[in-house]
């Protein structure tokens, strides 16, 4: 069965080449590129060689790219030159999706906007609407150059104001919904029907559980997600690309963290891992 994983389930930063190789070896067909999702981390040439020589090697194919917000390099950052930095490093990663002959797209996360809010976040939070508007009209050229798309995720605790607002504003040819399962479980039941609404936008997802008091990033099947309603969203959505699962071991009851070998623990939990994301693709008719 073809199925996409995350390269960072067990570490985001370092070299990725044994995660790759020990995916490949659990029957994940594909990966999502997460390495560096939350860094300024801009990838060279010889990176990208590299990773593509990997990716030959293992015999596994790249699905999605997982763009970063950034840190100093942010696409919606108030500030215009940390915001211009920001859209060099989104381009980076298109780059990368491109180089690497991915099938998919490069997922980034837009700002934050929470019901909760103070009047002072919510004023700033404005401002980062704003800036990520500019920062995809900008981009908008560089998507029609290398023929990809965008797609905006879904967050923790709701952004959803701001979401709608620009899968409403731009096309549906280059931009669109990455749909967290996750993160809509943390987040109230109502963000289950914002989802639904925009389920034919949805052009990539990240698949994981944890039981609604954080993300933890599980295997499916082990939390309180709802796993029937959402392949009944899938079955009605038009999605056609492979299913992408965005686990973590170390948050799993596979990690043993008095263990000096984590080998074992990351094989066991890989192996789960396809058993149980395979088991929701049957459910998707895949």
């Keep these: 069965m073809n199925l996409a994983i995350n390269t960072d389930y067990f570490e985001d930063v370092n070299s990725p080449e044994k995660y790759i190789r020990f995916a490949a070896e659990a029957g994940f067909s594909h990966l999502m590129w997460c390495h560096h999702w939350n860094t300024d981390f801009i990838y060279s040439k010889f990176e990208i060689d590299q990773i593509k020589s990997w990716l030959k090697s293992y015999n596994i194919a790249l699905q999605d790219v997982h763009g970063t917000d950034g840190r100093e390099k942010c696409w919606f950052a108030a500030e215009e030159y940390r915001r211009k930095s920001g859209v060099e490093l989104v381009i980076n990663r298109l780059i990368m999706l491109k180089e690497l002959e991915g099938t998919g797209t490069l997922i980034m996360h837009p700002p934050r906007f929470n019901v909760s809010d103070t009047p002072e976040k919510t004023a700033a939070t404005a401002k980062y609407a704003v800036s990520v508007r500019r920062s995809l009209d900008e981009l908008l050229p560089v998507l029609e150059k290398y023929d990809a798309r965008i797609a905006l995720e879904n967050l923790p605790h709701g952004n959803w104001k701001i979401l709608s607002e620009l899968l409403d504003r731009y096309p549906a040819e280059r931009i669109g919904f990455c749909f967290d399962s996750g993160h809509c479980n943390i987040t109230a039941r109502t963000h289950y029907e914002e ?30 997600f709802d796993w029937e309603w959402l392949a009944g969203v899938m079955k009605k959505s038009g999605y056609s690309n492979l299913l992408n699962f965005e686990v973590s071991c170390r948050k799993s009851p596979f990690y043993n963290p008095e263990a000096s070998d984590h080998d074992p623990d990351i094989r066991r939990f890989l192996a789960d891992a396809m058993e149980r994301c395979s088991r929701f693709a049957a459910m998707c008719g895949q």
Excluded: C, M, W
């Design 195 to 224: 989802s639904e609404k925009y389920a034919s936008r949805i052009i990539a997802v990240h698949l994981h559980d944890n039981d609604g008091s954080g993300d933890q990033h599980q295997n499916p099947f082990t939390g309180t």
